[in-house]
């Protein structure tokens, strides 16, 4: 259970929420952290990182997509990290696991008033149910929360451009236009991600 990023996630969230709902906030994740079995989240986050850095598969599309409008980064990528080290990957995958966390506690800040036992707690049914319904949100009713976690996203989003700078990453305006794209998907996998867990339907 990689509790380093979890915690770093929840940290990066408090800067964003007003020292109200920070302190909401605080009272949600304390009960939560004694009540709640993250290593079924965690499996499912794990799992989707996973396809992402696939770079043997043809096509770009990823899981969780309908089309390739937002690519799978490790198609997307293939020939910039097919060079990269293990280590690398890992740490690449360690800043794409906090954008997705981020996401999933935004959701558990801003739509659960009362915190209530997950109703999948089946990890492998719920990492399916999870990967058919990302994309099954309405940006409108989402806006707030999706510009809350591209805000608290921000240091994990600039410490991965940072780190793929220095891994001689070389990238056009365009695609770092889509890689913001892809990021900015995995806080949305994040939200839904939580909200999938809960049972809750749009």
Sequence with gaps: MDYITLNQSIKSIKPVL????AGIFNIKISKLKNNHDFTVPE???DKFIKSEMD???PGLRGV???TNETPRFGGYFRENINHFYEDEIMELEVLFKEII??????HVMLYEETLKSAELEDKYKLYQMWI??????DNNFFSQSIAKVEKASQKAVDNLKEKLNKLEFPMSDHEEEILDRIL??????GLTLRRREMGIKL
Aim: with cysteine; aromatic share 26%; proline share 0%.
């Design 18 to 21: 007003s020292q109200q709902e």
């Design 43 to 45: 499996y499912c986050i």
């Design 55 to 57: 770079q043997q598969s």
């Design 64 to 66: 969780g997509r309908v």
């Design 101 to 106: 966390y981020i996401g999933y506690f935004t």
């Design 132 to 137: 058919m319904y990302i994309l099954g949100f």
């Design 184 to 189: 900015r998907f995995y806080g949305v996998a």
